[in-house]
């Protein structure tokens, strides 16, 4: 059964079916138990069409949708991603299940980051830490480029 596109904002329905084996005639049953997941698209996340962050009960993920599908799946077979989470470039990240996409028609995959513990915005940034982020772009840009690979947006938000 497929579930309807969500608005975010709005709760999203899922239904999950649940096996009964204890039927006396050893045939499964089905029983439909339906409830709320709200879905909260974050505001900020609206530039990438490749993908967006959500949350969902208070958890931060971020869906990669079926356009970039390939090239995500190539990205995370390269090794960069380790790379860059061992030189502290990155924030790491686990794969979460497929059922938690905000928008399950256009979902190919789904992450789920581990949170930053405090956001800061440029704005309120020294000039030691404009400089130590621009290092830190530079240094990713030169590992992907070492794995094929390149930045495809560097902005300060």
């Not at 924030?91 to 800061?120: K, W, Y």
């Not at 530079?138 to 794995?147: T, V």
Request: glycine letters at 4%.
């Amino acid at each position: 059964m497929g579930v309807p596109p969500m608005k975010y904002g709005q709760d999203a329905r899922a239904t999950y079916a649940l096996k009964d084996f204890a039927s006396a005639s050893n045939e499964s049953t089905f029983q439909k138990q339906e409830f709320a997941m709200p879905v909260e698209r974050v505001s900020g996340s609206f530039r990438d069409p490749d993908g967006f962050v959500f949350t969902r009960e208070g958890i931060l993920y971020r869906q990669i949708n079926r356009c970039f599908q390939a090239p995500f799946e190539a990205l995370a077979a390269s090794g960069l991603f380790e790379r860059l989470w061992s030189l502290n470039l990155l924030v790491r990240h686990e794969t979460a299940d497929i059922a938690l996409a905000a928008d399950r028609e256009n979902a190919a995959c789904v992450i789920r980051p581990e949170r930053v513990p405090f956001i800061s915005y440029p704005y309120e940034w020294s000039f030691s830490m404009y400089r130590d982020a621009a290092l830190a772009t530079l240094e990713i840009q030169r590992e992907a480029l070492e794995h094929g690979y390149s930045l495809k947006d560097a902005s300060a938000y």
